[in-house]
C-alpha cells in the first residue's frame, strides 16, 4: 500500500541555516503530494503541494520538487528562522488510498537564534 | 482563501458528558470533511471520513456509536464525543477538501480534557 516516510526529528539548526527534511514514499500511479506545518499547539496548515512530476511547489521560502524517479519530495529552504520552529509533516494523496491523506510521521524542527 | 473554522478550540468537561465539536468551511464547498484525532508527539490518526449527505465512514478501530459525524451541509460537519470519559482526551483536528485531488485544509483543532 501507500506510504510516506520523513526523516526523524528533532532537527535542531541555527538561525539563517540551510535545512532539508527528506521525504520518500510509496505508491502506484501518480499520488499528488504535500507538505503540513503544524505550529505548536495549532492545527495544520498546508505549506506546499505538487501534483505531477517534476512540479515544484514552494511557500514562504519552503520549496520541495517531485521526482518520480527517486520517489521523493524533500522540503528545503534556504535560511531559516527561529519562527519556523514547528512540526513538519509529508503526505501524499492518491487513487489507491481514496483520495485520502497518507501521513509521515512527522519531523519537530528547532531553530535557535 | 480556504479557510476551516473549528470550534471549540478548547473544552474541559466532566466525565459522562457528551462535546459537539463544529468544522466548518468558511469560503469554499466541502464535499468531503476528515475528522482526525491526534496524540502527543505523534502524527494524526484518521478516524472518519465524511461526505455530504451521507453516512461517515469510519476507520477501523473507531466506534461509530462513541463518535458520532454529521455532515448536514457542504459547509458544516459536527464531531460528537458521547458519554466521554478520561480516555477520549485527546486533540481533534477535522480538515476539508473541495475535490479528490484538491488540498485538505485543516481547522485549528480542538483540545478535549474529560476530567
Known amino acids: 500500500g501507500n506510504s510516506v516516510t520523513q526523516m526523524e526529528g528533532p532537527v535542531t539548526l541555527s538561525e539563517e541555516a540551510f535545512l532539508t527534511i527528506n521525504c520518500t514514499y510509496t505508491?502506484?500511479?501518480?499520488?499528488?503530494l504535500f507538505w503540513y506545518v503544524q505550529y505548536p499547539g495549532e492545527g495544520l496548515q498546508l505549506l506546499l503541494k505538487a501534483t505531477k512530476a517534476d512540479d515544484k511547489g514552494s511557500n514562504k521560502g519552503f520549496e520541495a520538487t517531485y521526482r518520480k524517479e527517486t520517489t521523493s519530495f524533500h522540503l528545503e529552504k534556504g535560511s531559516v528562522q527561529v519562527s519556523d520552529s514547528a512540526v513538519y509533516f509529508c503526505?501524499?494523496?492518491?487513487?489507491?488510498?481514496?483520495?485520502?491523506?497518507?501521513w509521515g510521521a512527522g519531523t519537530k524542527l528547532i531553530i535557535k537564534p | 482563501g480556504a479557510v476551516v473554522s473549528q470550534h471549540p478550540s478548547w473544552v474541559i468537561c466532566k466525565s459522562g458528558t457528551s462535546v459537539k465539536i463544529e468544522c466548518r468551511s468558511l469560503?469554499?464547498?466541502?464535499?468531503?470533511m476528515f475528522w482526525y484525532r491526534q496524540f502527543p508527539k505523534q502524527s494524526l490518526m484518521l478516524m472518519a471520513t465524511s461526505n455530504e449527505g451521507s453516512k461517515a465512514t469510519y476507520e477501523q478501530g473507531v466506534e461509530k456509536d462513541k463518535f458520532l459525524i454529521n455532515h448536514a451541509s457542504l459547509t458544516l460537519s459536527t464531531l460528537t464525543v458521547t458519554s466521554a470519559h478520561p480516555e477520549d482526551s485527546s486533540f481533534y483536528i477535522c480538515?476539508?477538501?473541495?475535490?479528490?485531488?484538491?488540498?485538505?485544509?485543516f481547522g485549528d483543532g480542538t483540545r478535549l480534557s474529560i476530567l
Open positions: 480538515s476539508a477538501r473541495m475535490g479528490n485531488r484538491q488540498p485538505q485544509h
Open positions: 503526505a501524499l494523496s492518491g487513487m489507491d488510498s481514496n483520495y485520502q491523506l497518507i
Open positions: 505508491a502506484t500511479g501518480y499520488p499528488s
Open positions: 469560503d469554499f464547498q466541502a464535499t468531503t
